[in-house]
């Protein structure tokens, strides 16, 4: 998981609701249009449905190579002629892993990875070229993958189902690991601002404003812009709202298995330069830009060292937490919320015997334990295995409403909360339920992307919840005609699974008990 968001972890309605208005197919397509942005000329080519046009592998910076290594991302060169934008550009360095269930190939990159990686990819519906209809709203999306891993270029964040539904949606690379959030004292010492640490962030705030100077080139509305993620992509969306280099940068907001956790703290630049001076041994700044990508990687993997964002005073100023409780986030319409079955990818999710259950309860809520343990009472191992499964699931719910009423404190703009709670079907693993990043394929309107044996309850499901995301990226709110009503009250959230139906965040006996949790944090 990622350092804010620690999982921080009957559809019988009327699923046809209306949304944005939908974009007419083009009649008689004559070839992939050619835009100009700022780099030079652009020419994609046709979606899997020919109403929709892709542009992949579309530089926003230069490569972060050689010199430029851990340094804030440059501006992308210009090309001559017109680049031909049908394939996307490797992923940014990681360890390659095809499967890691419960996330299938579907989930994870199926390119290869290089350092020159800084790339973004457009779906845009057909109509929108050349056309005189209204600019479009536009979903900019970070991948999840623990600051470490994942690619703009995986399967399930494909966007044309929906640009289909009218909107324009990009998905970018930012720098990963030790690529991205590398910090070490040189490092400050040559930089202008004294911060190390966050390209990775500055990657996705180079990314957003290249849309905001290039996307009415594709019949996107730079006016209208929602930045959103899952898991570490999540936490990044909690990033860049509190920080001051992406203000006007995006409008609305998503984190999606990343409710805001204020408990979790970042590295603040000295922790994390002297983490760094230990990574580096008696390697100099010099000598580690020099090494080849992949031995620096290798190097990265055997260290076991984990880099994430830091509070170096520039990108992220101070503690997340503390920026929003003196009321220093960014005031934009929010939509967050977590799955069921976060932690289903741990080995002993729902396993547990009845002491080790007891005892897991103790270890980690201490004084709160006794309390919560009369909450989630067991007497067996079978009945202890539920328990820890309903805990979680509250603790999470716990993290969103903490979050959701900091932000009704402070009067931000209204915000969404929402708990998935369908399983995807998966004969062969049930064990992982609604697991995270399970509610993905839904989200992007991507089913047929993925093998399973969906049932007429998950395409209805998808149609919705496509349709709520749709109609919150086009005007801050989710709801619409047809769609179940979701509040934005911090104590109800919106259940979505077999059914779809708004109800309180958490009883008030486990509210009462994990407020004191959270009284008790910085």
């Keep these: 998981?990622?350092?804010?968001?620690?999982?921080?972890?009957?559809?019988?309605?009327?699923?046809?609701?209306?949304?944005?208005?939908?974009?007419?197919?083009?009649?008689?397509?004559?070839?992939?249009?050619?835009?100009?942005?700022?780099?030079?000329?652009?020419?994609?080519?046709?979606?899997?449905?020919?109403?929709?046009?892709?542009?992949?592998?579309?530089?926003?910076?230069?490569?972060?190579?050689?010199?430029?290594?851990?340094?804030?991302?440059?501006?992308?060169?210009?090309?001559?002629?017109?680049?031909?934008?049908?394939?996307?550009?490797?992923?940014?360095?990681?360890?390659?892993?095809?499967?890691?269930?419960?996330?299938?190939?579907?989930?994870?990159?199926?390119?290869?990875?290089?350092?020159?990686?800084?790339?973004?990819?457009?779906?845009?519906?057909?109509?929108?070229?050349?056309?005189?209809?209204?600019?479009?709203?536009?979903?900019?999306?970070?991948?999840?993958?623990?600051?470490?891993?994942?690619?703009?270029?995986?399967?399930?964040?494909?966007?044309?189902?929906?640009?289909?539904?009218?909107?324009?949606?990009?998905?970018?690379?930012?720098?990963?690991?030790?690529?991205?959030?590398?910090?070490?004292?040189?490092?400050?010492?040559?930089?202008?601002?004294?911060?190390?640490?966050?390209?990775?962030?500055?990657?996705?705030?180079?990314?957003?404003?290249?849309?905001?100077?290039?996307?009415?080139?594709?019949?996107?509305?730079?006016?209208?812009?929602?930045?959103?993620?899952?898991?570490?992509?999540?936490?990044?969306?909690?990033?860049?709202?509190?920080?001051?280099?992406?203000?006007?940068?995006?409008?609305?907001?998503?984190?999606?298995?990343?409710?805001?956790?204020?408990?979790?703290?970042?590295?603040?630049?000295?922790?994390?330069e002297a983490a760094g001076a230990e990574f580096a041994g008696a390697l100099g700044l010099a000598e580690l830009r020099a090494l080849p990508a992949p031995a620096l990687l290798g190097k990265h993997s055997d260290s076991g060292v984990r880099f994430r964002p830091v509070v170096d005073g520039w990108v992220v100023p101070d503690q997340p937490a503390a920026l929003l409780a003196r009321g220093g986030a960014s005031d934009v319409p929010l939509l967050t919320g977590l799955n069921a079955d976060e932690r289903s990818s741990q080995k002993d999710y729902g396993k547990l015997t009845l002491s080790a259950w007891t005892d897991a309860v103790r270890s980690e809520y201490g004084e709160l334990a006794s309390a919560l343990l009369a909450l989630y009472p067991a007497s067996s191992d079978a009945e202890a295995s539920e328990r820890q499964k309903q805990l979680a699931r509250d603790a999470g719910l716990a993290t969103l409403l903490d979050c959701r009423q900091a932000r009704a404190r402070h009067g931000l703009s209204k915000d969404f909360g929402y708990l998935f709670e369908r399983a995807i079907p998966w004969p062969e693993h049930p064990e992982y339920q609604a697991f995270h990043s399970g509610e993905l394929p839904y989200v992007f309107a991507n089913l047929n992307k993925l093998d399973r044996p969906w049932q007429d309850v998950d395409r209805a499901l998808s149609e919705q919840m496509s349709n709520y995301w749709v109609n919150f990226i086009s005007t801050g709110n989710p709801n619409g005609p047809g769609l179940p009503h979701w509040p934005s009250s911090s104590e109800q959230i919106l259940r979505l699974g077999a059914e779809t139906q708004a109800s309180v965040t958490l009883a008030p006996e486990a509210a009462r008990v994990f407020a004191q949790r959270f009284a008790a944090s910085p």
């Design 1 to 272: 998981m990622n350092a804010l968001a620690r999982a921080c972890l009957p559809l019988a309605l009327a699923c046809s609701a209306t949304v944005a208005p939908p974009v007419p197919s083009a009649a008689t397509p004559v070839g992939p249009p050619t835009v100009t942005v700022e780099s030079g000329l652009l020419s994609g080519v046709a979606g899997d449905d020919p109403s929709v046009v892709v542009f992949k592998g579309v530089p926003y910076a230069a490569p972060p190579v050689g010199e430029l290594r851990w340094r804030p991302p440059a501006p992308a060169r210009a090309w001559a002629g017109v680049r031909l934008a049908s394939a996307f550009s490797n992923s940014c360095m990681q360890e390659l892993r095809r499967s890691l269930l419960p996330w299938t190939e579907e989930y994870m990159l199926r390119n290869f990875v290089d350092e020159d990686c800084l790339a973004l990819n457009i779906w845009a519906p057909r109509a929108a070229f050349g056309s005189a209809r209204p600019a479009l709203p536009v979903l900019v999306f970070i991948h999840g993958g623990a600051f470490s891993s994942g690619s703009g270029e995986v399967l399930l964040y494909d966007g044309e189902g929906l640009a289909k539904k009218g909107i324009i949606v990009v998905t970018i690379n930012y720098r990963l690991g030790v690529f991205g959030f590398f910090c070490h004292p040189e490092l400050s010492a040559e930089s202008a601002q004294q911060s190390c640490g966050n390209y990775g962030l500055l990657d996705q705030i180079s990314a957003l404003g290249w849309v905001k100077r290039n996307i009415a080139a594709f019949g996107g509305d730079p006016k209208q812009v929602t930045l959103g993620g899952q898991s570490a992509g999540a936490a990044s969306v909690h990033y860049l709202t509190v920080s001051p280099l992406s203000a006007g940068l995006f409008q609305r907001a998503i984190a999606q298995s990343g409710p805001f956790d204020r408990r979790t703290l970042s590295p603040v630049r000295a922790e994390a």
